[in-house]
């Protein structure tokens, strides 16, 4: 069992910044790989990027590309989303998910946090 705690939304000011982190617990010595989502009201929930646990390689979705930065913490198992310029359309609820086999098949999830951008 992997256990995620999300942590750092809030509110923020269009072109402001936030850091958000995850921290995981439990079984984190197989992880493959984490990410990040959003869920925005009304909407699917999608992909903001991604993170290889092992190498660090990552990867982005368009609309956060140049923005989002995506990093991990190996000796406090934590994983961080910087988020710079952020825009309205970035306001949502974020959320951390682990990964424990090549694919990224996620198993686990966190419980959220919410992230609101006022223009």
């Known amino acids: 069992q992997v256990q995620l705690v999300e942590s750092g939304g809030g509110l923020v000011q269009a072109g402001g910044s936030l850091r958000l982190s995850c921290a995981a617990s439990?079984?984190?010595?197989?992880?493959?790989?984490m990410g990040w989502f959003r869920q925005a009201p009304g909407k699917e929930r999608e992909f903001v990027a991604r993170?290889?646990?092992?190498?660090?390689?990552?990867d982005y979705a368009d609309s956060v590309k140049g923005r989002f930065t995506i990093s991990r913490d190996n000796a406090k198992n934590t994983m961080y989303l910087q988020m710079n310029t952020l825009k309205p359309e970035d306001t949502a609820v974020y959320y951390c998910?682990?990964?424990?086999?090549?694919?990224?098949?996620?198993?686990?999830w966190g419980q959220g946090t919410q992230v609101t951008v006022s223009s």
């Open positions: 998910a682990a990964a424990l086999s090549p694919g990224f098949r996620y198993d686990y």
């Open positions: 439990g079984r984190t010595f197989s992880t493959y790989g």
């Open positions: 993170i290889w646990w092992g190498s660090g390689g990552t």
